[in-house]
């Protein structure tokens, strides 16, 4: 495991000492790669204020518009949510996230996802994550502060990559990364459309069940390779049966 391959992601975090306490609690436990979505202010001095000699990761910290933009390149996805949503998503603890990330191999690229403040990610962010994070706080006082909530996945983290190390075969195979992945699932909307799969009243929620089956699989590059290229074969024939409906009919 490489701590340098994770990247914790902020969603529209809207106080920005919140960004520079989580900046504080990466750095204390060995992480730099710091990514905000739609942040509400930054940079602010606020966030340099509390980050309290972070500065460093504040400032190599990338600012992008859209989650999409933040995940690109990653290949794990863990998305935290202080409530279970309904989606049967794969659930973790920090010490079993950590467990996960400790097999994986040292060039997989991982993101760990956080919410909003007071209303955590959306149900569409959720399904773009293969698990989620619970931490199992205290059910009848559970709020945790966002940069609480990095610095204890983050403490768990370290921890795993300074127990010793068990000599376990890691996965030789690439995961596909998640820019990847969103361009296989509107391939497969496209095809599901033609062949009149999709229905038109409820698209989303079939995309949505479709997306959890994969997420589940967790998809290498050579397999999503394979899923389009049957894909593409599908919407060829689609094509060839076209045409010999026209040629049939101009005959």
Known sequence: ??????????VATSHPGNIGSAARAMKTMGLNSLYLVNPKSFPDYKAKEMAAGADDVLERAVV??????????????????????????????????????????????????????????????????HYHIHIPSNPEYSSLNLAQA??????ELRMKMLAPKAEVSLRQ????????????????????????????????RLMQRVRRLFNRINLEKTEVNLLRGMLSQVQKSLEWARKGEVSEGDS
Request: aromatic share 6%.
């Open 1 to 10: 495991m490489s701590l340098n391959s994770i990247r914790i992601i902020l």
């Open 173 to 204: 195979d690439e995961y596909a990364a998640a820019d990847e992945i969103e361009q296989f699932y509107e391939h497969l909307r496209e095809v599901f459309i033609q062949i009149q799969f999709l229905k038109a009243s409820n698209p989303r």
């Open 64 to 129: 992008t518009e859209t989650l999409d933009e933040a995940l690109i390149g990653c290949q794990l996805i863990l998305g935290t949510s202080a409530r279970p949503r309904g989606l049967s998503l794969p659930g973790l603890t920090p010490s079993s996230c950590a467990d996960l990330i400790s097999q994986q191999a040292d060039r997989t690229q991982i993101a760990i996802v956080f919410g909003r403040e007071h209303a955590g990610l959306t149900n569409e962010e959720l399904l773009k994550c």
């Open 150 to 155: 990095v610095q204890i996945i983050a403490y």
